[in-house]
């Protein structure tokens, strides 16, 4: 079962530019997390906000969670040719311990 | 060097030929899990392991086996592969599922002809 939904689909930018993205999910959650693939590659994991907090920042990443919204989004700030790649959230549902349920992801390019 | 390794990484073979991807992690990370990845459909949960001898379906178990007997070892199992199971996999493994990060493998790329 798909719980996050990643908006948009795709994104296309300038180099230097700010990317935001968002993920919306249905049920209640323990924490959100937000991972990096680039093209075929694993996923690499970017950040982990619990749902108490309301923002938390790693280098140029932003992430907030508004939990009575059931949404996050994540910022990247002037961005880099080196950040293209697809971006996903996963949620950990409160009603269960033992699965992160994954979002379609968005694409994002950064143009040189 | 902490990884999470998958081989093989790309596997070409029939329908019906039983086949075994491994997936092996250095991290001493009770959590395991199998992921399949397809063109719009984001990563779906094959089956999961929250330590030796105890696995659990995710949301596509169909048509495949896991087992864990070892700690670091997470093999999945196609019994008789199907067209159906052309995909990317994703292994990956974390301390936990619900507050740790998830470290995935590189893939494995299989077609199943």
């Known amino acids: 079962s798909q719980q996050g939904e990643e908006d948009p689909q795709a994104l296309s930018i300038q180099e230097g530019e700010n990317a935001t993205m968002n993920c919306s999910y249905k049920?209640?959650?323990?924490?959100l997390q937000w991972y990096r693939q680039n093209s075929g590659r694993g996923l690499v994991h970017l950040i982990l906000?619990?749902?108490n907090e309301r923002e938390k920042h790693s280098g140029r990443l932003r992430v907030t969670l508004d939990t009575s919204k059931k949404s996050s989004s994540l910022l990247i700030t002037a961005s880099r040719a080196a950040d293209t790649a697809s971006y996903f959230c996963a949620t950990d549902l409160m009603d269960s311990n033992y699965q992160l349920i994954w979002g379609a992801g968005t694409k994002l390019i950064i143009k040189p | 060097e902490a990884q999470v390794t998958q081989n093989p990484r790309y596997l070409i073979t029939v329908t019906g030929k039983k086949l075994t991807v491994t997936c092996s992690q250095n991290?001493?990370?009770?959590?395991m899990s199998w992921y399949r990845q397809d063109p719009g459909l984001g990563l779906r949960q094959i089956y999961y392991s929250m330590n030796v001898e105890v696995t659990d379906k995710g949301d596509v178990p169909e048509g495949y086996k896991v087992s864990r007997k070892e700690k670091r070892n997470f093999p999945l199992i196609l019994e008789s592969p199907s067209p159906n199971q052309t995909s990317l996999y994703f292994c990956?493994?974390?301390?936990?599922?619900?507050?740790?990060?998830?470290?995935f493998g590189p893939g494995t790329r299989l077609t199943v002809l």
């Open positions: 049920t209640s959650i323990n924490n």
């Open positions: 990956a493994s974390g301390k936990q599922v619900s507050t740790d990060t998830q470290y």
């Open positions: 906000i619990r749902s």
């Open positions: 991290m001493n990370h009770e959590y």
